[in-house]
T-cell receptor, first 117, second 117 residues
């Protein structure tokens, strides 16, 4: 069964601090994908990144970076020099083929990040 | 503009009064899905559709129905809503949802906030 754990329910940081959001996953599939989505206070879900299980290279996009480690089944997300606009709920998600062959998404419970000015 | 739309965005109803939440995408996506988001539980899949006339249950299908008569539309039907269906609902779509293919990213609609009294 697929499972995603985001142990940090809420995090508060002061603006310009770095912050890391943890994501640990469980799957028996050898081929799977990991995602991060952002949900700002307005409520929509914004896609941030997709990673497949064969690509363990870390990725950086501006102030955002992601660390994928298969050895620890983790896909952590770091925001460098946080800004107030980063305040949101962040979801980690996993997909892999289920018994019907569909790549359905399984979400963690989310981490609410508050950046204090 | 490529997008997933949902209507209505907000809905207050009473127990037992049938309602439909519409979802439409203009990206010619094969895969569509419905999720509900509840505090502390993240997003959970209700139903999904791999293509026209092909639908299947997700993790929490009880009390919901769906249909996929056209590729672009995937309505969510609550035949007899109950207060425990009060939630934030998201529709999502992706180019394909089949395993063995490159996992396509799911793009989400703006959400429908439902209150059942």
């Amino acid at each position: 069964a697929q499972k995603v754990t985001q142990a940090q329910t809420e995090i508060s940081v002061v603006e310009k601090e770095d912050v890391t959001l943890d994501c640990v996953y469980e799957t028996r599939d050898t081929t799977y994908y990991l995602f991060w989505y952002k949900q700002p206070p307005s409520g929509e879900l914004v896609f941030l990144i997709r990673r497949n299980s064969f690509d363990e290279q870390n990725e950086i996009s501006g102030r955002y970076s992601w660390n994928f480690q298969k050895s620890t089944s983790s896909f952590n997300f770091t925001i460098t020099a946080s800004q107030v606009v980063d305040s949101a709920v962040y979801f980690c998600a996993l997909s892999g083929p289920d018994q019907t062959g569909a790549n359905n998404l399984f979400f963690g419970t989310g981490t609410r990040l508050t950046v204090i000015p | 503009e490529a997008q997933v739309t949902q209507n209505p965005r907000y809905l207050i109803t009473v127990t037992g009064k049938k309602l439909t939440v519409t979802c439409s995408q203009n990206m010619n996506h094969e895969y569509m899905s419905w999720y509900r988001q509840d505090p502390g539980l993240g997003l959970r899949q209700i139903y999904y559709s791999m293509n026209v006339e092909v639908t299947d249950k997700g993790d929490v299908p009880e009390g919901y129905k769906v249909s996929r008569k056209e590729k672009r539309n995937f309505p969510l039907i609550l035949e007899s809503p109950s207060p425990n269906q009060t939630s934030l609902y998201f529709c999502a779509s992706s180019l394909s949802g089949a395993s063995g293919t490159r996992q396509e990213t799911q793009y989400f609609g703006p959400g429908t906030r439902l209150l059942v009294l």
